[in-house]
């Protein structure tokens, strides 16, 4: 993967940042995604925020070889410290890290978000508190994607301020949309998934200490959900 050749994930993030955007790639890693988007003509300006030095220098060499110094701005900062408020971000990507992690991003920087831009998330695993962040904080879930690559699972939550919205405990675990559209990538998720909670489940019953009955409640009603979602046409 480069610049000029996004991951399959990657290209499915890039699809949903509006033409025209000025976009802040939180966690940027080498960069590819806002210099592909500058070639593409998608966006108009960027800013690659990275907290780690490697990637930040990574990002830096990928923005400086592209000749994209003017129009990417790379930043050392901690989440959305990378955004200042006379970038006029209007949409945020935050890709490739636990949904609790993005969660967690977006409530330390809350004071950074205007409540205009749009969110383009894409968490590797821990969607249902981050969709609870969402609600709670009056954000709209506008789209959603599953796809597998390289045996992984991956999920893709678009976002944006709205009338306040209320999700059914299903709906956070699954996504609103995803039990709409319930897509072949997403019952194959699900049917793999339900295969791994059985399991856990029955590492509990043969676990020589006892598990927290909370514990054993928890994974039996998700199972329930699943067979629920597998089992309705």
């Known amino acids: 993967m480069n610049e000029q050749t996004l991951s399959m994930r990657l290209e499915r993030v890039a699809a949903q940042v509006p033409v025209g955007a000025r976009l802040a790639d939180i966690g940027s890693d080498h960069g590819y995604l806002p210099v592909a988007l500058m070639h593409r003509g998608v966006i108009t300006a960027a800013v690659a925020g990275e907290v780690a030095l490697t990637p ?3 990002a830096a060499r990928t923005v400086r070889e592209n ?3 003017r129009q990417i701005t790379v930043r050392l900062a901690n989440g959305l410290d990378a955004i200042e408020s006379t970038d006029g971000i209007t949409a ?3 890709c490739g890290m636990g949904g609790e992690t993005i969660r967690d991003i977006l409530e330390s920087g809350k004071a950074r978000l205007n409540g205009r831009e749009r969110l383009i998330l894409q968490p590797n695993g821990g969607e249902q508190p981050l969709r609870q ?3 709670d904080n009056g ?3 506008l789209f959603e994607e ?3 690559e390289n045996r992984f699972d991956y999920e893709i939550i678009v976002a944006e301020r709205a009338e306040p919205v209320t999700y059914t405990a299903e709906e956070l675990y699954f996504g609103p949309l995803q039990l709409q559209a319930r897509s072949p990538a997403f019952l194959d998720k699900w049917q793999r998934r339900l295969r791994q909670k059985q399991k856990t489940l029955s590492h509990f019953a043969k676990a020589q200490q006892a598990v927290p ?3 054993v409640q928890d994974i039996a009603r998700q199972i329930r959900w699943i067979n629920e979602l597998l089992t309705t046409p």
């Open 56 to 58: 930040f220098h990574a």
């Open 67 to 69: 000749d994209l110094e």
């Open 92 to 94: 945020i990507s935050l």
């Open 133 to 135: 962040w969402l609600m």
């Open 139 to 141: 954000y709209r879930i």
């Open 146 to 148: 599953v796809l597998r």
């Open 213 to 215: 009955e909370a514990t």
